[in-house]
């Protein structure tokens, strides 16, 4: 599997943007896409954006619309996820995943994963 590793992250007040960062160790054939996720205290992980390697075409959250942008640097072997406008309600743990299917918005179709990086927005 692939081995993510995560930067970025920290404590922002609304409407402040924040880039996360997330490099591979290497891709694998079964690496289709790149996703972020995010977790908040006694909730689900739910998909916040993804981004397909062979044409970088993305896909995003509804709730993320707009405000996000999750982009690529290949030579780098790196995925991005630039947050705008933030809100309260973005607050969360985010976590980058290397998935196995082209387009996926479910976390099991994740097969690798990054540590996960805090990001608190305050009103």
């Known amino acids: 599997q692939v081995q993510l590793v995560q930067s970025g992250g920290g404590l922002v007040q609304a409407g402040d943007s924040l880039t996360l960062s997330c490099a591979a160790s290497?891709?694998?054939?079964?690496?289709?896409?790149m996703g972020w996720f995010r977790q908040a205290p006694g909730k689900e992980r739910d998909f916040v954006a993804g981004?397909?390697?062979?044409?970088?075409?993305?896909y995003y959250a509804e709730s993320v619309k707009g405000r996000f942008t999750i982009s690529r640097d290949n030579a780098k072997n790196t995925v991005y996820l630039q947050m705008n406008s933030l809100k309260p309600e973005d607050t969360a743990v985010y976590y980058c995943?290397?998935?196995?299917?082209?387009?996926?918005?479910?976390?099991?179709?994740?097969?690798?994963w990054g540590q996960g990086t805090q990001v608190t927005v305050s009103s």
């Open positions: 290497r891709r694998t054939v079964s690496s289709y896409t």
């Open positions: 981004i397909i390697w062979s044409d970088s075409g993305t």
């Open positions: 995943a290397a998935g196995t299917v082209l387009v996926a918005r479910r976390a099991s179709n994740y097969a690798s």
